[in-house]
Structures are given as C-alpha cells and as structure tokens.
C-alpha cells in the first residue's frame, strides 16, 4: 500500500502543473474572445468558448484530484473566471444586441454588483477573495449555461433571469463570507456555514 501511495504521489507532483495551465489557457482565450466578438465571428467565437468554460471544471477537479491545489492557482482561476464572465457579458452585445436593448438593465445590475463585490475583496484582502462556494460556483454554471444555450441556439429569456437570480444570491453571500472571513484563504468552500465558524473560532480564540 506504502508502494502505491508513493507512486500516486509521484504522478501527482509531475502532473501538478496540469491545472494551473488548463486556467492559464483559460485566461489566454479571453482577448481571443474578445476579438471574435468585435469582429461578428459568431461561429468561431462559440467553438473557442465551448472549451474555455468546460475549462473551469476541469482545472479545478484535476487540482484536487492530483492535490496540486495552492494560493497561486486559485488566484488565477478567480481571475481567469471574472475575465472570461465579463468577456461574454461584452461579447452578448455585437453579437446578440437585442438582448441589451429589451433586458440590459438585467445584466448590468448583475455586473455592478459583482463589480462591487470584487472590490470589496481587494479593499478587505488586497488581493481578490477565493471563495469558492456551491452558491457562487452554481451562479457561474447558470451563467455559462444561459451563454452556451444564447450562442448555440438562441435567446431563452427566463433562463437569463434565473442566472441572474443565482448570481446576485452568489454575490450577497461574497459579501456576507467578506465580512466574517478576516484573512485571506485560498479555496474556500462551504459557504456562509464555514465562514461562521471561522469567524467564531477567531473570536474564541481572541
């Protein structure tokens, strides 16, 4: 059993970087992204964007599958995800105008909002938080899926509505874990439960 631990343990270190460069790849589709858009190649702006979200649950499942989890890949998988977010938020507009002009306020309230909730977090950390929580991570998923379905196929209003909806939840719970969270922890999951009780083992422990 000691033989096959090791072992495991050597392909998890050699494969470590794995990850980090399905994110790093992540982050470098989004200028490419954002140049399909601008320049109306709607096909091809949805064959590159297919993998770049399929990305983000591979990165973070092969992360804890070769325990290659650290402060450094989580800091780029937070930025990788709001990048590629506000890139399709960009993109909704030359290549499905309509959308901003019948429910724009939708999307716009939700950006504001994350906007905020991002810059609480460099006010509060000086980096951004790393919170990644069923609530918040259910958020991107709505999102991603409300994109995929808008650029496969076509507009489904209520099914923007309801990413909405997860997403401004996602973001009032950001700033909740903001509060009770004092210093900065990389992966945190568990949601508005664990940042309680960490804030109330701070507390007994003061």
């Known amino acids: 059993m000691n033989i096959v631990a090791s072992v495991i343990n050597m392909d998890a270190h050699r494969f470590g970087w794995i990850p980090n460069a399905i994110t790093a790849g992540r982050l470098a589709s989004v200028p490419v992204l954002a140049w399909l858009a601008y320049r109306g190649m709607h096909g091809a702006f949805t064959a590159v964007l297919i993998p770049a979200l399929a990305s983000d649950v591979i990165d973070g ?12 890949g989580a800091t780029l998988d937070s930025i990788a995800d709001i990048l590629l977010m506000l890139t399709i938020v960009y993109a909704i507009w030359p290549l499905h105008p309509y959308v901003y002009l019948d429910h724009g306020w939708v999307v716009i309230t939700v950006v504001v909002l994350w906007i905020f909730a991002h810059a609480a977090s460099l006010l509060r950390y000086g980096r951004l ?4 929580t069923r609530l918040i991570r259910a958020g ?3 999102f991603s899926l409300f994109a995929l379905v808008l650029f496969l196929y076509g507009f489904v209003p209520w099914l923007l509505y309801f990413s909405a909806f997860v997403c401004a939840l996602g973001g009032v719970e950001h700033f909740i874990m903001l509060y009770l969270v004092p210093k900065w922890t990389p992966n945190l ?3 508005v439960a664990e940042a309680l009780r960490r804030h109330r083992a701070t507390n007994s422990e003061a």
């Open 61 to 72: 499942w092969l992360a804890r599958k070769l325990d290659a989890v650290s402060s450094a």
């Open 140 to 142: 991107i998923f709505a």
């Open 189 to 191: 999951h568990g949601g």
């Open 129 to 132: 938080a790393s919170f990644h």
